[in-house]
């Protein structure tokens, strides 16, 4: 098997001539021995490239980032330096965002079962708009408007009723989800109806959001086509077209560029009247590619006719990708980077369950040690804010890194941490 292909790690990785790797000027082996393992890498140039890409392709203010996707402090006032509006889905992700300094007027919220404190918080705030979810919803903002908090801009989230080519559980665009006002059975319609007529709310425009890790352009176009021909004669003058654009995880997978993303939406919008504002709600494209998690190695086990397991000191944790969704990932020793990885091994965390896989069957570089270092590459998104503290495994530290130096951006967890909820 070949040496990990560049193209999977952040942009600005480079590899010196023994084959150890750096990324953002700063050697991965000295933030490990530095920060520990495992760590969250991220390339902060990487990172802003991304943003400029997608303000680039889909104009200024036009596009969301969601940040359900990776959310700390750091990253949202990056997010917002480089002028991404931020979707939260909670008022947790909305805390985090207000905290760090990004203005109200610049986030958006979501959620299929906000609460009326959330709610609360978002029309007391003052959101750029709430995206409404359900009937429910519409009534539990009537109520806050009744007593006194003024009436939000609102759009209403369409569920299109399509099928989308990605994993069941994060596919969000058919007709049975728990998301949205379905447009096949005319709730779409009477939710329209409903809140043009009502004072507590400004409508402004609609919503979709298809699914998470689409690749197939095709789904894109197809949902934005029904999209655009329920929206042109409502007459609102804003739409919102969703995240979900894939990525490569592996060297067998291809994505489409941001670039092509935004020529498939202009296809797809051409029909829309001027002046009409569209905004694109992309998570994992903006910074799935920018990290890397730096494991170490601390059991190698060989079984003689069957396989041999790599134990590092993370796993499910950190990434529980592989186990929710069967997600494919690719491991690499950041100080062999070049080496043909002609071994096979099972990839596998720290964590009481033989589920407990990061990857089933990774070609790795012969001769895997204790000690050695291993990293994942794409682990950008979805990765930190699913983690959890199962076996209370303390969550691991993120760092930054840009122009030669590494810096800290969310501390490891330490084992008071783990106490610190405990009454
Ligand atoms: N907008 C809305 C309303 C969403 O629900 C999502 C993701 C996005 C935008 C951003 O989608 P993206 O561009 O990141 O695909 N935990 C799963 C992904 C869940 C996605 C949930 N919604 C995973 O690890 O694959």
């Known amino acids: 098997m070949n040496a990990i292909e560049m193209r999977l790690l952040p942009r600005t990785a480079s590899v010196n001539a023994d084959g150890a790797l750096s990324i953002g000027g700063v050697a991965v082996a000295e933030i490990a021995a530095q920060f520990g393992t495992p760590t969250f890498i991220y390339d902060e140039q990487h990172l802003r490239e991304t943003c400029r890409e997608a303000v680039a392709a889909f104009g200024e203010d036009r596009v969301i980032y969601a940040t359900k996707a990776f959310i700390n402090t750091a990253v949202v006032q990056l997010m917002n330096e480089e002028g991404l509006l931020l979707d939260v889905a909670t008022g947790g992700e909305l805390f985090v965002a207000l905290n760090a300094g990004v203005p109200a007027s610049r986030c958006v919220m979501h959620g299929n079962n906000k609460s009326e404190d959330e709610l609360r918080t978002a029309m007391t705030a003052g959101l750029r708009h709430i995206v409404i979810d359900s009937f429910d919803e519409i009534e539990r903002i009537e109520r806050l408007h ?3 908090l003024p009436a939000p801009r609102v759009q209403l989230r369409i569920t299109p009723g399509l099928h989308v080519e990605t994993h069941a559980y994060v596919s969000t665009g058919q007709d049975d989800s728990k998301f949205g006002f379905n447009l096949n059975n005319g709730d779409a319609h009477r939710a329209v109806e409903r809140a043009r007529s009502s004072q507590a709310m400004d409508l402004v425009g609609i919503h979709c959001h298809i699914g998470s890790n ?12 029904v999209m655009v021909e329920l929206f042109v004669p409502l007459s609102l003058p804003e739409i919102t077209l969703g995240g979900g654009l894939g990525v490569a995880y592996t060297a067998d997978d291809t994505a489409p560029t941001m670039q092509q993303w935004a020529d498939v939406l202009k296809r797809a919008t051409s029909a829309l009247p001027e002046g009409i504002a569209v905004y694109v709600e992309p998570g994992r494209s903006i910074v799935a590619s920018a990290a890397i998690t730096v494991y170490s190695v601390g059991t190698v086990k060989p079984i003689d006719g069957i396989r041999t ?4 000191d993370g796993g499910m944790s950190d990434n529980p990708r592989p186990m929710m ?14 080496a043909p990885r002609s071994a096979k091994a099972r990839i596998v965390g720290k964590h009481c369950e033989s589920g407990d896989i990061l990857i089933l069957d990774a070609p790795i570089a012969e001769g895997v040690q204790v000690g050695d270092l291993l990293a994942t590459p794409v682990t950008g998104a979805y990765g930190y804010t699913m983690a959890s503290n199962y076996n209370k495994v303390p969550r691991p530290a993120i760092v930054f890194v840009a122009n030669g130096v590494a810096r800290l951006v969310t501390r490891r967890e330490t084992l008071e941490d783990l106490i610190r909820l405990d009454v």
């Open 309 to 312: 397991y790599v134990s590092v």
């Open 146 to 148: 009744a007593e006194g």
């Open 325 to 338: 969704y069967g997600s494919v990932y690719e491991a690499f020793d950041p100080l062999r980077v070049i």
């Open 214 to 225: 689409v690749v197939t352009v095709a789904n894109f176009e197809d949902a934005w086509r």
